[in-house]
């Protein structure tokens, strides 16, 4: 009998610690995923979104990937002096309980080299890799945006 017990706490301990593992990869949303709508011969494409993180624990990006895109960067735009530059990151820390927004101006995903550049309407598939190990599978909607101002690329 005694033993029976054990068996049944050891199943239930492990029970626990399969679901918060899971929840811990579920904590993370992405909102509001877009890139820009191109023209058909731009070679770098800026993509946007919201990442969530619902956890208590900090998580960072570490990469981006996506197949319609021979590379991924995440870049951070700053002021030097009155030039605007880009500036590519390694990560993107996500604090626990927060979220980070990349939009114009700011933090974004450059999307490097297009196989073909999709239209307004139109989603491309991206993957983000988180530090836990986490594996997200995103669409990003093509968006036209009109804005007054434009943003010049400094690579
Ligand atoms: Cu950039």
Redesign the pocket.
Known sequence: MKSEYRHLTLAVLSVILCLSNVSAEDLILVHEAWMLEAPTNAR?I?GYMTIENKSSRSRRLIGVSGQDFERI?I?Q?EMQGDIMR?V?MEELEIPAGSAVSLEPGSY???LISPRSVPKEGEAVNLELQFDSGYTMHIKLIVRAVHRGKTMK?F?
Do not use: F, R
């Open positions: 770098v800026a960067e870049h735009t880009m590519p974004h995903l450059m690329h690579h």
